[in-house]
């Protein structure tokens, strides 16, 4: 017969990690050098979703102004402008929004802040 250990009753797992707020949200931030999956910004693919929805209904004509669609969608014109401007980001940054392969600092506030429309500078 073999001598068992015996199984302790609570073990002990150290994880280093931080908590972070980003958008009003807590993140589990992870130490340089760690694998992290990547993980996509539910609220940056709806408004970027959004964005091309109003850019076609206005397109189509079913609505004349960003005005008269802003009071339809009971949201703010200032607001909507805003949004619609993410229809003009570079196709790659939108592809990686998608994947969720970009970093912690693309977030909806920021990128509703103003950027340039060529796309090369966008990456900047």
């Given at each position: ?62 609505f004349t102004t960003i ?58």
């Amino acid at each position: 017969m073999t001598s068992r250990t015996p199984i302790p009753d609570t073990v002990t797992l150290h994880i280093p990690f931080r908590l972070v707020k980003r958008g009003g949200r807590k993140k589990m931030q992870l130490p340089e050098g760690a694998s992290q999956q990547p993980r996509s910004d539910n609220t940056l693919i709806k408004a970027l979703a959004r964005a091309f929805r109003w850019k076609r209904m206005l397109e189509s004509g079913a609505f004349t102004t960003i005005a008269e669609l802003a009071e339809c969608e009971g949201i703010a014109p200032s607001y909507m402008t805003r949004v619609l401007r993410l229809t003009l980001l570079d196709p790659d940054i939108v592809e990686v929004i998608l994947e969720g392969t970009q970093g912690p600092e693309l977030t909806l506030a920021r990128m509703l802040e103003p950027f340039p429309v060529v796309w090369k500078d966008q990456w900047k």
